[in-house]
């Protein structure tokens, strides 16, 4: 069965450059959802998107910014980065016949320097 | 604001034996408590999904409960194995569709 698709799965940037995280969610899903995932640390949500409309907005910094295409694939883009944004950055996916829960992509590991 | 919780202290448990989890929310009780696995640098993988109205779940040797007067739901991994060692990570969500949020993981080891 198709999974939640995340690309790049790990990228490296210096301080102050931009980075943009690509997710794929699973076909017929409405609903995806962004998390950041610091070390040590629990998924934090970030931001999710219904039908591509904004749906629910967490704990996302300015500099971060989302969307949901007309594909449905979503993008999560991250602007003057900094040292404390090295996470691991989850997309999840949910709807069609699914009962609430959210299917998670692999991740894509984003390291400051 | 309403809080969930896990014990974030790791769980060292014998092959075969049980191993059971807790998860404490506080307030009002979530419209669902999900239970999912985590291993290292890996994303989360579903587990189970328990609604308020219901008092067990269950899917092969996992087990899930929900006490609202405890306000409390509890993970029961029975016969457990090595392979079950992982993060195993609560969550509440207020709906279908909706969010979730996570309540810090309990780090399980299965020893041989």
């Known amino acids: 069965a198709a999974g939640v698709i995340q690309s790049p799965r790990h990228l490296i940037k210096e301080k102050r450059e931009t980075a943009t995280l690509k997710c794929y969610p699973i076909p017929r899903h409405d609903t995806v959802y962004w998390y950041q995932q610091g070390p040590g640390q629990d998924p934090q949500f970030l931001i999710s998107?219904?039908?591509?409309?904004?749906?629910d907005k967490g704990s996302i910094p300015d500099r971060f910014s989302a969307q949901q295409f007309s594909d449905y694939h979503s993008e999560l883009n991250m602007s003057s980065l900094e040292l404390g944004d090295s996470a691991l950055y989850f997309c999840a996916s949910s709807g069609g016949l699914a009962g609430g829960e959210l299917f998670f992509g692999e991740g894509s590991r984003l390291t400051v320097l | 604001s309403q809080k969930i919780e896990q014990n974030s202290e790791a769980l060292n448990i014998q092959e075969g034996k049980t191993a059971t989890l807790t998860c404490n929310y506080t307030?009002?009780?979530?419209?669902?408590l999900q239970w999912y696995r985590q291993d290292p640098g890996r994303g989360p993988v579903f587990l189970l999904l328990?609604?308020?109205?219901?008092k067990e779940k269950r899917k092969e040797r996992l087990k899930v409960t929900f006490d609202t007067t405890l306000k409390q739901s509890l993970f029961h991994i029975t016969a457990s194995q090595p392979a079950d060692s992982a993060t195993y990570l609560c969550?509440?969500?207020?709906?279908?569709?909706?969010?979730?949020?996570f309540g810090g993981g309990t780090r399980v080891l299965v020893k041989p």
């Open positions: 998107f219904y039908e591509k409309m904004q749906s």
């Open positions: 969550a509440r969500s207020k709906a279908a569709g909706n969010k979730l949020t």
């Open positions: 328990i609604r308020e109205n219901e």
């Open positions: 307030n009002y009780s979530p419209a669902y």
